[in-house]
């Protein structure tokens, strides 16, 4: 189930049309930049409604994406870094994202860092192939489980707040 501040973020993040892979040639570029267009406007919003939580680029080919989240708990920032590919039967299969330095920190992850989303949000990729794209991903997927995984390994002692450097 969506909460209804999730169904209108997510109202404004594009749909894309094209589904095309990482080996489809010109149908990828074409899906390239409908992927650069919803993350432009999934940023703006967010920027537009002070809850900007990421960064996020990639290689040249758009196959290698890499960046950083942030997720604030109990007025500390924690910071960390992102980083997935696109699998080449994408957008049928949803990249996984992974947070390697979060690796054994939480039931919640598999090897390598990357983040579980089997049960959640894998079902909602599939029945909206191929509208939903990076953003949707990070909406729905990474942004959720920062909400609800931060807090828990805080509470657990598997995260420590961040040492701020005096100047």
Known sequence: MVDSATKESLKRIPLLKTKAGPRDGELWTQRLKEEYASLIAFVESNKANDTHWFTLESNPQGTRWFGKVWYYYEQVKYEFDLEFDVPVTYPQTAPEMALPELENKTVKMYRGGKICLTVHFHPL?????????????????????????VPHMVKEGYLKPPVVEAK
């Open 125 to 149: 990729w599939a029945r909206n192939v191929p509208r939903f794209g990076i953003a949707h991903a990070l909406a729905l997927g990474m942004g959720p489980w920062l909400a609800a995984e």
